[in-house]
Every structure is written in structure tokens, then in C-alpha cells.
């Protein structure tokens, strides 16, 4: 079964201004907005403001000092109904900017696919959620639903003052639902859906051993900060990768038996996967859903980065005076991070290791709703709907949306992520030549108007 066409006043709409959606977001992309530099972000967020005004919202601006403001709109509709919509308009760097093929800042088609940085991520669902809005206003006189939109400028470099902006206005953002940065369609047209990212715990740990780098003929008297460092390493996790700190898994919730089923509904990517790193197995030899199931449930340890003495070419005898590692953690509903890093202190010390610093870099806490919250279920069917196929739905992602443990906490709205955003699996976010196929972005704009008229039944 295909997609239902929609024949009707909104159809008739989108077919007469077939090119608003990719006008908006070639406005979007032409304005840079890279929060890690700091560039053009004020003016993105008056031209975010503007575009949601031009669609009929009310607007204001939530500030806290030394931040980008957090633009949020409220447009009612006839119904009471209300969803709570999520988007960023900061970008990634474009560097490296001698691998795009046209610059980053001037939106260009090839192909069918419109290049710019922030096409995919995440101004093209800026881009279908207003194109919809304004369809449905043009051919109804008015939205079915009402509608939050929250559209901050720091996405990309953690949301590190998401909590303390929304902290003051958790009534405002009250609503039935929300739809948080969206997903897209997999190869053979089903419709993503994503209901839960982990928690993200990063921290440093430090070693300071002597007061400046030795001569290595010194290490029969000396302490060495990387060999302390390592063996403090090895006290955190089991070879065959079970986590050591007491009491890491104690909040640890099992999938659901509707979880499982989920899991095993969709598409194997196994050899996709072992082609694209060059593995013969994954860890354990586990295969297909149990393998899922894995990567859904089970929280990590990860080393992301070492450094200590000398790594360049050649020989250098030396006996380093400082070691650091770099550990993110990813967490599962029900771990807590700061839970987490008070376990790993008292592991260390109980280990003879508490003079090892551990300096906290990041926490953000694990979202999931359950498959069968009335909201999650709503949705399911109206994208079943939509496309005539069952959608393949995640329970829980193994990246972080750094907002949503603030969200979560504070509001407490079931949320998800949902197929109206035009990205698909080789769209290059964050890299080189990002961009959206035209197709995905009309796509997107009519799986966006089904879903706000139909969502409140
Ligand atoms: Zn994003």
C-alpha cells in the first residue's frame, strides 16, 4: 500500500505553492548560525522569530544571560488540543570547508537534493513544519490543534542552558504531547519513529603523578600517572565490557515485551554494519534482534579519548607526570547521572584510586516513553496511516537529544520523535556536503499536516 493523497482544500494548497517549503529553507540555510563559533546566531534568531510570526504565532523570547534566546511561539487553534513542538536553529561548523562541492552557506541542487549546512539538521524541519502550518491555516482558516514551538541556538554544542531558560516556564510549555527533532523514512518507505534517547555522563578523569616529566630511568623511584591511570581504567570495566562501578546497573529497566517486539520488527542492518566498520562479529557474536535488543537496553563505559607522554614518531624515553582519560557514559532508563558519577567516586576510593580527579563535563538523564502511552500509540497509527506500512519504531537510540532530560524532569510531556523531519540515512549532518532530497522535504510537509489535523481524533 502507498501513501493516501490527501484531495482536499490542503492538497490543493500545496500544489499551488509547491515551492514555499524549499524557499523557507533555502532562507533558513542562507543565514550561518554555528553556535560552537558564535557566528550569526543573533541574526537567526530574529529571523526564526519573524518567520514563526509571518505564520501567525505569538512570540517570546526566554533568555538567561550569556545565551542565545530560546525562540517559543504559540499559535491556538480550534481545539484545546495541544502539541509541544522542538527544533534548534544552531548548525555544526562547516569545516572542513575544501570538501563541500558548493559552499555551505548558499543552498544548491544537485540531483534533487538541495546542499547547505543545517538542510537536514535541523532547519529542513523547521522548514515542513512551517510550510504545513501555513497549508493548513490557508485551506481551513485556522489550525485543527494548538501549537508550542520551541526553537533554541545551542543544540549542538549540548543545550547547556536548555534547564536553566525552561526552568521558569515549565506552565508555559505544558501541553498533550511533543514532538521533539524528528525522524524520516527508511530505504524501503517506512516511516522511523524514536522513543527514547540515553543519558549522556561525560567526564575527565586526571592524574597528576610527579611535578614535571622524568627521565624513564627514573621509574624505579618515581610513580607513573599513566600506569595509575590505567590501572584505575581497568577497575571500570570487565574485558568482556560488564561495567565494575558498584551499583551501575541497579537502575537499569529491562525492554518490555512490546519493546522486543519492536526491536524485532525492524529492518537487520547487520551486515550494513559489519561492512561499514570492518568486523567479522560484534561483541559477544550476537546477531540481528538480540543484537538490537543490546544496543537498546544495555547502558555503556566508554573510553573516548587517552593522552599521556609521548605518542609522536620515534623513541622518546620518558616518564610522563600526567595522564587523562576522556569517558562518556550512555545511560538507560532508569540511571541517573549524577548517581552515577557519586558510584564511580566511592568505586575509585574503595579501590585505593581517590586521588584520581573526576572533572564532570556533561550530564544529561535517559528519556523513554513507553510504547504504549495513548500519545505514542496515536501517532504509530497516524504514520501507519500515512504511509500504509507499519512504521519501524525504536525504543530507545544510543545517542543523547541533550534537552530532553531537562524536558523531562521539568515538564514532563510524553514525547517522541516522529517522521516529519526530511532526513534519511546518508544525508551527511555534522559532515561535508549535507543536505535533504527535495522529495523527503514535500514529504515531510504532508506527513506534518496529517499529523497536526489528525492527531487530536
Ligand atoms: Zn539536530
Known sequence: MEEQPMTDAVQAYLETHAGEPRALLEQLCRQPSIAAQGIGIAAMADLVEGLLRETGFTTQ?????????????????????????????D?????????????PFEPTERDGKLYARGTSDDKGEIAAR????????????????????????????????????????????????????????????????????????YIELEVDGIARDAHSGMATILPSAAWRLVQALALLRTPAG?????????????????????????????????????????????????????????????IAGL????????????????????????????????????????HLEANGFGDIRVNVLGASGPVKTPLDDPFAARVTALAEQFSGRPPSITPITGGT?????????????????????????????HSPNEHVRLEDLDRAVRFNCHLFRNIAG
Not at 91 to 103: A, C, D, G, H, N
Request: aromatic share 8%; with cysteine; proline share 9%.
Open 242 to 302: 560488564d561495567v565494575r562501578i558498584g551499583g551501575f546497573y541497579d537502575d537499569v529497566l529491562a525492554l518490555t515485551e512490546a519493546e522486543k517486539a519492536a526491536i524485532a520488527a525492524q529492518d537487520d542492518m547487520d551486515d550494513e554494519l559489519k561492512s561499514i566498520y570492518g568486523i567479522e562479529r560484534f561483541v559477544d557474536g550476537l546477531e540481528g534482534a538480540k543484537l538490537r535488543e543490546r544496543g537498546n537496553a544495555m547502558p555503556t563505559c566508554n
Open 401 to 429: 537529544l541533550p534537552f530532553l532530560g531537562a524536558l523531562r524532569k521539568l515538564v514532563n510531556v510524553p514525547g517522541l520523535s516522529a517522521p516529519g523531519d526530511p532526513v534519511y540515512w546518508a544525508n551527511g549532518a
Open 130 to 201: 512551517l510550510a504545513a502550518i501555513r497549508a493548513l491555516r490557508a485551506a481551513e482558516g485556522e489550525l485543527p490543534i494548538t501549537l508550542k514551538w520551541m526553537i533554541e541556538g545551542e543544540e549542538e554544542i549540548g543545550s547547556p542552558h536548555f534547564e536553566e531558560i525552561i526552568a521558569p516556564h515549565a506552565d508555559l510549555l505544558r501541553a498533550d504531547g511533543c514532538l521533539w527533532e524528528g525522524s524520516g523514512f527508511d530505504p524501503s518507505g517506512r516511516p522511523n519513529m524514536v522513543m527514547g534517547t540515553k543519558g549522556l555522563l
Open 61 to 89: 523570547r526566554l533568555t538567561v544571560p550569556d545565551a542565545p534566546p530560546l525562540i517559543f511561539g504559540e499559535l491556538r487553534g480550534r481545539s484545546p488540543y495541544t502539541l509541544l513542538l522542538y527544533d534548534h536553529y
Open 307 to 346: 593522552l599521556s607522554g609521548y605518542t609522536a614518531a620515534g623513541v622518546k624515553t620518558v616518564l610522563p607526570a600526567h595522564a587523562m582519560a576522556k569517558l562518556d557514559f550512555r545511560l538507560v532508563p532508569d540511571q541517573d547521572p549524577h548517581d552515577i558519577v557519586a558510584k564511580l567516586r566511592r
Open 91 to 103: 548548525v555544526q561548523p562547516p569545516e572542513p570547508l575544501e570538501l563541500w562541492q558548493s559552499p
